[in-house]
């Protein structure tokens, strides 16, 4: 049974405080349900959390499979190149990659 007194106007319930009414039963509670279970059906949030725990879980497999000491991405192997922070094996890893791929841009040029 709801603690909810009608007030006057119709169609707005009153609530009493000392009705001792638990959290699982307020309407604060019916408010945070909603919005917990409605993100779920929107496509956006949907999308956006997906690419977020992809981005999570591939940094954090980088990490465990290449070590702490291996740039996680793009962003980090540029910084650490500025700042000569690269070690020799991985500076001759990109010499060798960028070489490649100039070899196969002029082999199509050709």
């Not at 349900?33 to 591939?58: C, D, E, H």
């Not at 070690?87 to 002029?106: A, G, N, Q």
Request: glycine share 4%.
């Amino acid at each position: 049974m709801l603690d909810v007194v009608v007030s006057m106007e119709p169609g707005r319930p009153k609530f009493i405080p000392k009705t001792r009414r638990s959290l699982w039963s307020s309407r604060t509670w019916n408010i945070i349900r909603y919005y917990s279970v409605a993100w779920k059906q929107r496509p956006l949030a949907i999308g956006f959390l997906a690419t977020l725990s992809y981005l999570i879980a591939f940094n954090m497999l980088v990490r465990y499979w290449k070590g702490a000491g291996h740039p996680v991405n793009r962003f980090v192997w540029r910084i650490r190149k500025r700042n000569n922070d690269l070690p020799p094996e991985l500076l001759e890893k990109e010499k060798v990659v960028t070489d490649y791929f100039h070899s196969r841009i002029r082999w199509r040029s050709e």
